[in-house]
């Protein structure tokens, strides 16, 4: 079997605590001779992982760029790893750090360690998956064909996932975390969060910062917390304070209606507080470990089946560094020296929109691109739709022929056109425009990668000898 491997690289800033990681991916031709190519990522080797860092901030508002870059230098030299080595992985402000107001600034100043082809992005919903990923509830969803709930309770938000049989049908924020309120080495009240507040308020307790503050305080304070996540996950009746604390850019999470939650698993700092109970109630100088306690006596632990994650802290780093990069399909079409791109904005069709390109309008097409743009102040997009099985060839050349049309109408003349389709049709549908633009515009059409609207794609330089192209599919949101 052919195979080749890819260095990658989490790193992992989060509200309280940064991390680095390095894995090593083998990507392997699982096809026989004469099959069509069937590539995949078959194994993943974590060969270094630093410290758990302490993040560290100038104040409230700033996180402190030079020194977070001075500690992932230090990281890689200490793995003996340089950037030109890289070639995937992600960068990820993650928490309450996504909101500081330079956090834009950060990723930029840490863009050197980053390699040629490695993703800079923050975003509650995606850091959920990839939390999820990372603490082994995802692969425990898909080998067991169960539905899996993964709450990964950081500093300052939880991410949460649902896994139905490996598929992610829903996923979302809440600003509840082990950093929403920290005490001084005196025990008085150094930060609320404006989340903390809300809660407070709507539990009747006077939380003033300066002032101290007793643990029975305190765990009233977490036991509500608790119960907006119960209320999440259907087990509590909602309240409005479920929608008060829902992290800002973050999807509304909806239980399914046909499968039910069967187990759920934590991942984060405060999980380690959660599996592990038994702490001093300040050991970190803030309420992680009540928090935890009152998870672990709280109703999620009677209504479901608690799985034991395989990474908690290091979950979301393992995550960056593990499962962010995807492989394309084997039936591409592209034009070489376009790699690698990075942050390129999707437009995915939905499905009635497709079916009006399928069947000839290319105006309608080439207006709903020509309005992308302009709401993305962007020049360049991939054009993402789910395509046909098996389309017979006058399908494919209308398809192409609208869709040929309208990129080409409404790109500047040096762009290239970027598609992904989620049915294996990409490299005939690339070869159609191609033919129909004679050659005159550069030109990728991958498959196999899902993506949604709003999504951001990088695309890596294609290896397996060009058989495939590595593919990030991510969402970039500054609170």
């Known amino acids: 079997m052919e195979h080749t491997q890819m260095l990658s690289v989490g790193i992992d800033i989060g509200t309280s605590t940064s991390q680095v990681i390095f894995s090593r991916l083998t990507v392997e031709n699982t096809a026989g001779y004469f099959s069509v190519p069937a590539v995949s990522i078959i194994g993943k080797e974590v060969v270094y992982q630093s410290p758990v860092h302490r993040t560290p901030l100038i104040d409230e508002s700033l996180i402190d760029g030079e020194a977070l870059r001075k500690m992932i ?84 938000t939880t991410n949460v996932v649902l896994f139905d049989g490996g598929e992610v049908r829903a996923r979302g924020c809440l600003d509840i975390g082990g950093r929403q309120v920290t005490l001084d080495s005196r025990g008085r009240i150094a930060y609320i969060s404006p989340s903390a507040g809300r809660i407070a308020q709507a539990c009747h307790l006077n939380l003033v910062k300066g002032e101290p503050v007793s643990v029975e305080t305190l765990n009233r304070l977490c036991d509500k917390m608790s119960e907006v996540l119960e209320q999440m996950l259907g087990v509590a009746e909602p309240t409005p304070l479920l929608e008060e604390v829902r992290t800002q850019g973050s999807a509304l999470f909806k239980l399914p209606a046909d499968r039910p939650v069967r187990f759920v698993c934590f991942s984060g700092g405060v999980a380690d507080c959660i599996y592990q109970p038994g702490r001093e109630p300040f050991a970190y100088g803030d309420i992680g470990v009540l928090l935890g306690n009152a998870v672990r006596r709280g109703r999620l632990f009677q209504a479901f089946r608690v799985l034991d994650a395989s990474e908690t802290i290091r979950a979301t780093v393992i995550g960056a560094g593990n499962y962010t990069t995807t492989i394309s399909g084997s039936t591409i079409s592209y034009t070489e020296g376009l790699f690698p791109m990075k942050n390129v904005p999707v437009l995915k069709l939905t499905l009635s929109e497709e079916e009006r390109c399928w069947g000839g309008d ?45 990129l080409d109408r409404a790109l500047l003349p040096e762009v290239p056109l970027l598609l992904m389709v989620r049915s294996d049709i990409a490299k005939a549908l690339g070869q159609i425009i191609r033919q129909k633009l004679s050659g005159k515009r550069p030109l990728v059409a991958v498959d196999a990668v899902k993506a949604e609207f709003n999504n951001f794609v990088d695309f890596g330089r294609p290896i397996m000898n060009g058989l495939v192209i590595p593919v990030i599919v991510k969402t970039l949101i500054f609170g």
């Open 362 to 406: 290319s105006k309608f097409l080439y207006e709903k691109i020509k309005w992308f743009l302009a709401q993305n102040d962007a020049a360049c997009m991939v054009l993402a739709m789910e395509g046909r099985r098996d389309p017979d060839y006058q399908e494919l050349k209308k398809l192409a022929a609208v869709t040929a049309d309208a």
């Open 73 to 156: 230098e230090t990281e890689y030299a200490s793995a003996k790893i340089t950037a030109n080595q890289v070639e995937t992985g992600a960068v990820i402000i993650t928490g309450e750090s996504a909101r500081k107001e330079n956090a834009r600034m950060v990723l930029e100043l840490l863009s050197g360690f980053a390699g040629d082809f490695v993703v800079s992005t923050a975003g509650p919903d995606l850091e959920s998956v990839i939390a999820g990923q990372g603490s082994g509830a995802w692969e425990f969803s898909e080998e067991n064909g169960t539905v899996v709930v993964n709450l990964d309770i950081g500093g300052g």
